[in-house]
């Protein structure tokens, strides 16, 4: 007993460590954002909302600078609000944790020759994915260096990529610059915000999301690092990917910005979902062993 209670408090303590130096990570952006804008003579460039900014509010979401957009850090109230509470929910049993990712750069890319086109940016087999499947690969420059990381799928009649938030309007103009040395048929199309993300993680998740998938979608068939166009709580026009950067299973919904908030509030109405900020999206991903 005297061992186990002792392991307990080795890693409450080691988590507890993590939730701190997240906290400090998130804190250091806020900063140095502020630091950058007041030493410009240029006025800061307005911050953009995803759609679900008024329920972040109304969740009580510390809204912070992130990636040019508004997001929340964390939720302020409620019994399971706070970065520490959070992240102990999205590795606790039975639970999910939902993330609004909505700020990162979704893109479709089209043309006989895509693939072709993309393993000239990637490090990676894309033109080797079976319909459905996905990898997380890495944007080179020309010398090999690391751009971002993405993650690729085959999505049939497209490649779906989906690039972070901070890096995404870099991204495409290297993709575009690439593009003028091509000679093959491909196009990029940025989704824009008119397409929102969301993220669903833990335990929980797989179950959460069978409750609003048809009747007919057999979700233990879906394996990590697949996707899916499919209905999502009746809506059209929704993509489900299964995967993650949390350590966790889980699960990303791209749907149309008009729909965001109605799927989002019918995720949370479940009682194994809780909102997620920023800051323990950040301590996941460092207990999980995962670059931030």
């Not at 804190?27 to 240029?42: I, W, Y």
Request: aromatic share 6%.
């Amino acid at each position: 007993d005297q061992t186990k209670n002792q392991r307990q408090m080795n890693s409450a303590t080691v988590t507890a460590t993590l939730l701190r130096r997240a906290t400090a990570s998130t804190t250091s952006k806020r900063t140095l954002a502020s630091a950058a804008a007041a030493a410009s003579d240029e006025p800061p460039a307005p911050l953009r909302k995803t759609a679900l900014n008024d329920l972040h509010r109304e969740l009580g979401g510390d809204m912070v600078p992130f990636a040019g957009y508004e997001l929340p850090v964390l939720y302020k109230g409620g019994e399971n609000g706070g970065v520490m509470k959070e992240h102990l929910w999205c590795r606790a049993d039975g639970k999910a944790s939902l993330f609004d990712v909505s700020h990162m750069g979704q893109i479709r890319w089209h043309g006989k020759d895509r693939a072709a086109f993309i393993e000239k940016l990637v490090v990676g087999d894309i033109a080797g994915l079976s319909p459905g499947s996905g990898l997380l690969s890495l944007i080179t420059n020309d010398n090999g260096g690391i751009i971002d990381d993405t993650v690729i799928t085959n999505a049939g009649d497209f490649i779906y990529m989906v690039v972070n938030g901070a890096c995404k309007f870099g991204d495409m103009e290297h993709f575009t610059q690439q593009m003028k040395n091509f000679d093959g048929d491909v196009s990029m199309e940025y989704l824009e915000d008119d397409m929102q993300l969301l993220a669903l993680q833990g335990p929980g998740a797989a179950d959460v999301v069978a409750k609003m998938l048809p009747s007919d979608f057999n979700l233990t068939q879906m394996a990590f690092m697949t996707g899916v166009n499919v209905a999502v709580d009746g809506i059209e026009g929704c993509r489900l990917t299964r995967c993650g950067y949390t350590g966790e299973d889980g699960f990303e919904i791209a749907m149309p910005a008009e729909h965001a908030v109605s799927i989002a509030s019918r995720l949370l109405e479940d009682p194994a979902v809780n909102p997620t900020g920023l800051g323990a999206r950040d301590s996941l991903r460092l207990e999980a062993g995962l670059c931030l």
